[in-house]
């Protein structure tokens, strides 16, 4: 973990005060442990950056903070003045007592759920023509026998007495400073707010069950190996009623031995015969829809490439298919019979080339002696 206020902020030392308080919060709504209520390197990373904000956006401190370090705004690894200095009490010194990301510090309430990840397998005639596809989850969903309450049937939640249906709890205490008052989630209603006296026997009072889901899920086409579909509140449900995270559906692309994507193209080698090359063909090749023709020009060369237009994969933005270039393959025969040497020597003799002389075959010596005798 960094331990350069500025570093910590991610921003310049010579960073504005509204540059600060952006980065500030941003960082914050990552970091606040209501979004990471399990995650104790969250909450420590939190205060971190609230230790950094308190000195970069007090004009005074910063100087000083500049000039002699962390130590001489009070602040830092057990530096004085945040004792036992509760993360909370950040925002009642920095906001008056009011959430800079919501309203004042009312009753609290269910907690967000988690998100969650899906990896998603298609291949690549499926990331062409896009479609729905069912996803078969295995998460928590919403109890239906108390309807997310976590209560029993006839009973309802109460006002957790510990904490007033606050979800936290303050202490105070003196020191040569005055009085410091410290606050922290109240153990007793798990910070909710609320106790449930009689839980719900079918998800003993947690609100959710664990269940398979099958979940549809619309893919666009042209969608790329890697990238993710966010599917807003489709997560796992939440304790007692709280909003559902959200889905992430990473996109796997399976290999396609046939062709090779870059962007919106395909690419795809094709070998023709060196006659084919030199007296022009029509040929069939396959793409990802059907095979289609290709016309070989005479005299065509090695490394050729013939584009077939339309027969990419589909563009995000603009939905127009990209285009399917053909890369031409010139084979060059290596086992010839008898005939078929003789034939491309008189060839390279009419072109005034210069070949080897051609080998005589072993029937061809077994006939010319028979034929001698």
């Known amino acids: 973990m960094p331990t350069d206020y500025y570093e910590i902020l991610g921003v310049a030392r010579n ?38 904000y308190d000195a970069l956006s007090d004009p005074e401190k910063r100087r000083r903070y500049d000039m002699f370090g962390p130590d001489a705004v009070g602040a830092g690894a057990g530096g004085p003045g945040f004792d036992g200095f509760g993360l909370n009490d950040l925002f009642d010194a920095f906001f008056g007592g009011r959430d800079p990301f919501g309203g004042g510090r009312g009753p609290a309430g269910p907690t967000r759920g988690p998100d969650a990840e899906y990896v998603l397998d298609l291949s690549l005639a499926e990331v062409v023509h896009g479609g729905t596809h069912d996803l078969d989850l295995s998460m928590p969903v919403a109890c239906s026998e108390c309807d997310a309450s976590g209560c029993q049937a006839g009973t309802h939640p109460q006002t957790c007495s510990a904490c007033g249906g606050s979800g936290e709890v303050r202490s105070v205490r003196r020191s040569i400073l005055g009085q410091l008052v410290t606050t922290g989630p109240c153990h007793e209603c798990s910070a909710t707010g609320q106790v449930i006296p009689s839980p719900c026997p079918a998800c003993s009072g947690d609100g959710r069950v664990r269940s398979s889901v099958r979940l549809p899920v619309d893919v666009p086409a042209g969608i790329d190996d890697g990238q993710r579909l966010r599917l807003s509140g489709r997560g796992p449900a939440a304790a007692r009623g709280g909003p559902s995270g959200d889905l992430y559906v990473t996109i796997r692309v399976r290999p396609d031995p046939r062709f090779e994507r870059a962007s919106d193209d395909l690419h795809t080698v094709h070998k023709i015969a060196m006659t084919q090359a030199a007296l022009g063909a029509t040929l069939t090749v396959p793409t990802v829809d059907a095979d289609t023709t290709i016309t070989i020009s005479p005299g065509t060369q090695p490394g050729a490439v013939v584009t077939v237009r339309g027969q990419g994969v589909p563009s995000l933005r603009t939905g127009r298919r990209g285009d399917l270039h053909v890369h031409l393959d010139i084979a060059v025969p290596t086992r010839l019979t008898q005939e078929e040497t003789e034939l491309l020597a008189r060839l390279a003799a009419l072109r005034g080339e210069v070949v080897d002389e051609p080998r005589e075959g072993i029937f061809s010596r077994l006939r010319s002696a028979f034929g001698e005798r």
């Open 15 to 52: 960073a504005t005060d509204d540059e600060i308080k952006r980065a500030y919060r941003n960082l914050a709504r990552q970091y606040h442990p209501d979004a990471n209520p399990d995650d104790p390197a969250a909450a420590e990373r939190f205060k971190d950056i609230s230790v950094a």
